[in-house]
C-alpha cells in the first residue's frame, strides 16, 4: 500500500457549485482508496492506494470525478515520497519561514517544457522570483498574489497540467501524510 497526494486542479463546479471535501473523499473510497483525508476546502486530499502509478489512478479518478460531478477536472497525483522531495527541495526557504502565503509551487502532471518556464520566467516582475526545481514551478509572490500578472499564466493551456499550492497548504499536506 502506497500513500499519495491528490491535488484538484479547481474546485468549482456548474451553476456555481463547489466540491465539498465529503463527497470528494466517498469517491476516492468508491475508486478503492483507503486512510482517504481531505484538507482545507481546496482539492487536497492524501490517501492509500494498492497500486502504485499515479498516472493510473488520475486515469481512473477524472472520468469518475466528470460522471459524479457534472464537470471534467484535471487531478494530479504524487507518491507521498515524491511529495516529501518537493518540500526538501523548497527553493524559498527564507520566505516561507517569514511569508509563507507568498510562496507557491505550481505541481505539475509532467515537467513544465522550456516554454512554459521561459513565459513565466518572463511574466515574473521584479518583486517575483521563480526557480523550476524537478520540473515543477516554484514563485515567491513579493507583492502577493491577487494581482499578479505572474499567476495569470499559470493555466493548464499556458503551461501545462498542474495546480498551485500555497507553502502553507504545502506543509499542511506534508504533515498529513
Given at each position: 500500500?502506497?500513500?499519495?497526494?491528490?491535488?484538484?486542479?479547481?474546485?468549482?463546479?456548474?451553476?456555481?457549485?463547489?466540491?465539498?471535501?465529503?463527497?470528494?473523499?466517498?469517491?476516492?473510497?468508491?475508486?478503492?482508496?483507503?486512510?482517504?483525508?481531505?484538507?482545507?476546502?481546496?482539492?487536497?486530499?492524501?490517501?492509500?492506494?494498492?497500486?502504485?502509478?499515479?498516472?493510473?489512478?488520475?486515469?481512473?479518478?477524472?472520468?469518475?470525478?466528470?460522471?459524479?460531478?457534472?464537470?471534467?477536472?484535471?487531478?494530479?497525483?504524487?507518491?507521498?515520497?515524491?511529495?516529501?522531495?518537493?518540500?526538501?527541495?523548497?527553493?524559498?526557504?527564507?520566505?516561507?519561514?517569514?511569508?509563507?502565503?507568498?510562496?507557491?509551487?505550481?505541481?505539475?502532471?509532467?515537467?513544465?517544457?522550456?516554454?512554459?518556464?521561459?513565459?513565466?520566467?518572463?511574466r515574473a516582475t521584479a518583486a517575483e522570483i521563480v526557480r523550476v526545481v524537478d520540473g515543477d514551478p516554484w514563485m515567491y509572490f513579493g507583492e502577493g498574489i491577487g494581482r499578479s500578472k505572474l499567476a495569470g499564466v499559470l493555466t493548464p493551456?499556458?503551461?501545462?497540467?498542474?495546480?498551485?499550492?500555497?507553502?502553507?497548504?504545502?506543509?499542511?499536506?506534508?504533515?498529513?501524510?
Open positions: 500500500m502506497t500513500r499519495f497526494v491528490g491535488l484538484l486542479y479547481s474546485i468549482s463546479l456548474p451553476e456555481g457549485k463547489r466540491v465539498l471535501n465529503a463527497p470528494l473523499r466517498e469517491l476516492l473510497e468508491t475508486l478503492g482508496h483507503g486512510d482517504v483525508k481531505t484538507l482545507l476546502a481546496t482539492g487536497n486530499v492524501v490517501f492509500t492506494a494498492k497500486g502504485n502509478n499515479p498516472r493510473a489512478i488520475e486515469k481512473a479518478f477524472e472520468p469518475a470525478f466528470a460522471e459524479a460531478f457534472g464537470r471534467h477536472i484535471d487531478f494530479i497525483v504524487r507518491e507521498g515520497a515524491r511529495w516529501e522531495k518537493l518540500v526538501a527541495a523548497n527553493p524559498f526557504p527564507e520566505q516561507s519561514k517569514s511569508d509563507g502565503s507568498h510562496v507557491a509551487v505550481r505541481v505539475m502532471r509532467e515537467p513544465a517544457t522550456t516554454e512554459a518556464q521561459k513565459l513565466i520566467e518572463d493551456k499556458r503551461t501545462g497540467i498542474g495546480t498551485t499550492r500555497n507553502w502553507n497548504t504545502v506543509k499542511k499536506i506534508a504533515a498529513a501524510l
